[in-house]
């Protein structure tokens, strides 16, 4: 039996740092979520569901293979399908949370034109490949120094091992 995730993890975080090369070169594409407080002031953690979380946090979850045969052949293969689960932040150190929005818009644009022309992630996902990319919420978390606007997004992935 084999699985993606491991790979398409790799290939979905190496996207995002090649999307967002500012971020990159500040230190703000996280893998995983850090033992402490990230202070940049645009993020991206990736493997993530939940900064707020106080325990474990989700970074794939639902993954399901369906056993498929193929036409005139003795190989079985399996069509896998998982979301991997990143947080993009943004923190401007007061409640002009319009600025905020606006930057995790542009860093959410960027992440998806980049990812717009990559069926495969760059080879990690066999056939079909990923079939959407969604933000699935925006919620306010506190900091010493203002409110950080929190943005969680999914990468739905679709492979055949």
Same mark, same amino acid.
């Given at each position: 039996?084999?699985?993606? /995730? %491991?790979?398409?993890?790799? *290939? +979905?975080?190496?996207?995002?740092?090649? @999307?967002?090369?500012?971020?990159? !070169?500040?230190?703000?594409?996280?893998?995983?979520?850090?033992?402490?407080?990230?202070?940049?002031?645009?993020?991206?953690?990736?493997?993530?569901?939940?900064?707020?979380?106080?325990?474990?946090?989700?970074?794939?979850?639902?993954?399901?293979?369906?056993?498929?045969?193929?036409?005139?052949?003795?190989?079985?293969h399996a069509?896998?399908?998982?979301? /991997? %689960?990143?947080?993009l932040g *943004? +923190?401007?150190?007061?409640?002009?949370? @319009?600025?905020?929005?606006?930057? !995790?818009?542009?860093?959410?644009?960027?992440?998806?034109?980049?990812?717009?022309?990559?069926?495969?992630?760059?080879?990690?996902?066999?056939?079909?490949?990923?079939?959407?990319?969604?933000?699935?919420?925006?919620?306010?978390?506190?900091?010493?120094?203002?409110?950080?606007?929190h943005v969680?997004?999914?990468?739905?992935?679709?492979?055949?091992?």
């Amino acid at each position: 039996m084999a699985t993606a /995730i %491991f790979d398409a993890y790799n *290939a +979905w975080l190496a996207l995002i740092k090649t @999307a967002l090369p500012t971020l990159t !070169a500040n230190g703000a594409i996280y893998d995983g979520p850090q033992a402490g407080y990230v202070t940049n002031t645009d993020f991206v953690v990736v493997g993530a569901d939940d900064l707020t979380a106080t325990g474990p946090v989700v970074a794939v979850d639902s993954g399901q293979q369906q056993w498929i045969a193929l036409m005139n052949s003795t190989s079985r293969h399996a069509d896998e399908t998982f979301p /991997i %689960f990143s947080v993009l932040g *943004a +923190w401007i150190g007061n409640d002009d949370f @319009a600025a905020c929005r606006a930057r !995790a818009k542009t860093n959410i644009n960027a992440i998806f034109a980049a990812l717009a022309p990559d069926l495969t992630l760059g080879g990690a996902l066999t056939g079909p490949g990923w079939s959407g990319m969604s933000v699935v919420g925006m919620s306010v978390a506190p900091s010493p120094d203002g409110p950080a606007l929190h943005v969680p997004f999914v990468l739905t992935c679709r492979a055949r091992v």
